[in-house]
Nanobody, 116 residues
Framework: QVPLVESGGGLVQAGGSLRLSCVAG???????MGWYRQAPGKQRELVGV???????DYIDSVKGRFTVSRDAANTTVVLQMNDLKPEDTASYLC???????????WGQGTQVTVLS
């Protein structure tokens, strides 16, 4: 298991911004990295992911507000969140997949709370 260390969560007013970072404890790059989120009583859902070719996929509710980016080594992923809404409140989990056939790796989660 490769450790994924997340940082950047917190409390913010609606309309504000937060930046989440996730650093993988390995020098081996990942084919896919990104973020999921899970709110109490709800299923885990994809927020945004990017593959090693730079292609992205976002859940519709965050398009135009959130941006996923990665470093050239494919071991760090950042989620820039702008115009946050109370419904974005959740635990945000870093996700990484070394190769298409590999198991998924998950971070511990960082809490994002958006006040109305």
């Amino acid at each position: 298991q490769v450790p994924l260390v997340e940082s950047g969560g917190g409390l913010v007013q609606a309309g504000g911004s937060l930046r989440l970072s996730c650093v993988a404890g390995t020098a081996v790059g990942f084919q896919k990295m990104g973020w999921y989120r899970q709110a109490p009583g709800k299923q885990r859902e994809l927020v945004g992911v990017m593959d090693s070719m730079g292609r992205t996929d976002y859940i519709d509710s965050v398009k135009g507000r959130f941006t996923v980016s990665r470093d050239a080594a494919n071991t760090t992923v950042v989620l820039q969140m702008n115009d946050l809404k109370p419904e974005d409140t959740a635990s945000y989990l870093c996700y990484a997949k070394p190769r298409p056939w590999s198991n998924d790796y998950w971070g511990q989660g960082t809490q994002v709370t958006v006040l109305s």
